[in-house]
C-alpha cells in the first residue's frame, strides 16, 4: 500500500511570511494527525482529524495556525504569520481506527524560519 | 495536562550491551504503543501493547506494559549498530495519542 505523503519535504521562509503543508494519507484511513517535531523532542500532536471533523486541536496556536481535512481525505496545515519558534518538522500521520490502532507517519515536511 | 514520560533521556552503550528504557503515563491508558525514529527520519510503528501486563518479543526486543496500564519498558538484548535512533512511547489516555520525549540510543563499537 503506498504510505502517507507530504509536500513540500523543505520549506525555508523569513518571519511572519505564510505556508502551507499539504497531506495526503493511507486510502481508507480515517485519522488523520498532524504533529510538530522540534529537533532534539517528541512530536506535539496540533491536531487531530477523524474524516473531516476536527478530535482534538487543543494545542494548535490557533492565532496563526489553522489546518483543514475537506471531503475526509487530504488535508493542509497553514502557518500565517510565521514566528521564529515554529522552524520544526511538521509530520502527518493516519491510522485506521483512531487511537487503537498504529499511526503511519509520512516523511515530514523540515520548515526553517529566518 | 496528560503527560507521557520517558527515561533516560540519552544512553550509550557499548555493541553487544543490554539496553531499557523506562514510559510513564500520568493516567491510565487503553494502549501503549513504541515507536522507532532514525536520525534523520519518521517515527516508524514497533508494536502495540493492548492487556495489563502484557509482554511481548521481537527477535532482540521485548516490550512490556504494566499492570496498572500507567508504564511500559523496551528492552534491547545484545545492541547492534542498526539499533541506533531514538525510541518513543506513546498512548492514548483518550481519543488522542501522546509521545514521550524519547530515548535516544547511541551505539559505541
Known amino acids: 500500500e503506498a504510505g502517507v505523503a507530504q509536500s513540500p519535504r523543505y520549506k525555508i521562509i523569513e518571519k511572519r511570511q505564510s505556508v502551507a503543508f499539504w497531506c495526503n494519507p493511507i486510502s481508507g484511513h480515517a485519522t488523520l494527525y498532524w504533529y510538530q517535531q522540534i529537533l532534539g523532542q517528541g512530536p506535539k500532536l496540533l491536531i487531530q482529524?477523524?474524516?473531516?471533523?476536527?478530535?482534538?486541536d487543543s494545542q494548535l496556536p490557533k492565532d496563526r495556525f489553522s489546518a483543514e481535512r475537506l471531503k475526509g481525505v487530504d488535508s493542509t496545515l497553514k502557518i500565517q504569520p510565521a514566528k521564529l519558534e515554529d522552524s520544526a518538522v511538521y509530520l502527518c500521520a493516519s491510522s485506521p481506527r483512531g487511537a487503537n490502532s498504529p499511526l503511519h507517519f509520512g516523511n515530514g515536511t523540515r520548515l526553517t524560519v529566518t | 495536562g496528560q503527560q507521557v514520560m520517558q527515561i533516560p533521556q540519552y544512553q550509550h552503550v557499548q555493541e553487544g550491551e543490554d539496553f531499557t528504557t523506562y514510559c510513564n503515563s500520568s493516567t491510565t491508558l487503553s494502549n501503549i504503543q513504541w515507536y522507532k525514529q532514525r536520525p534523520g527520519g519518521h517515527p516508524v510503528f514497533l508494536i502495540q501493547?493492548?492487556?495489563?501486563?502484557e509482554v511481548k518479543k521481537q527477535k532482540r526486543l521485548t516490550f512490556q506494559f504494566g499492570e496498572a496500564k500507567k508504564n511500559s519498558s523496551l528492552h534491547i538484548t545484545a545492541t547492534q549498530t542498526t539499533d541506533v535512533g531514538t525510541y518513543f512511547c506513546?498512548?492514548?489516555?483518550?481519543?488522542?495519542?501522546?509521545f514521550g520525549k524519547g530515548t535516544r540510543l547511541h551505539i559505541l563499537p
Open positions: 501493547l493492548v492487556k495489563s501486563g
Open positions: 506513546a498512548g492514548p489516555p483518550d481519543d488522542k495519542i501522546i
Open positions: 482529524f477523524q474524516n473531516n471533523g476536527v478530535v482534538d
